[in-house]
């Protein structure tokens, strides 16, 4: 039940900081960052950070956040209802 939690928290996590990447290209100028979905695409932001001094490491704090969160609520749905197949 421990992995279920950390994975919905660091995709509760990655995701805020979607938004926060976001709303900051919003504030510059991207009136359609808001609004894109599938689309968006994160070399905007690396394009922007340059000339407003953003880091660039939490992009990729942001990956990895969603991946150990997929990783996370994977092992701990396998852990907690048992592997596929199986019969009570």
Do not use: C, K
């Not at 359609?32 to 968006?40: K, N, S």
């Not at 880091?55 to 704090?61: E, G, I, K, M, R």
């Not at 942001?62 to 019969?87: C, E, K, T």
């Amino acid at each position: 039940m421990v992995l279920i939690v950390l994975g919905g928290m660091f995709l509760l996590a990655a995701t805020g900081l979607d938004l926060f990447f976001r709303i900051r290209l919003y504030r510059v100028g991207n009136r359609r960052a808001i609004v894109e979905t599938g689309t968006f695409d994160y070399r905007q932001y690396h394009q922007v950070r340059a000339e407003h001094g953003w880091a660039s490491w939490p992009v990729y704090l942001m990956w990895v956040m969603y991946i150990a969160g997929i990783g996370f609520l994977m092992a701990g749905f396998a852990i907690h209802y048992g592997p596929p197949g199986r019969s009570p």
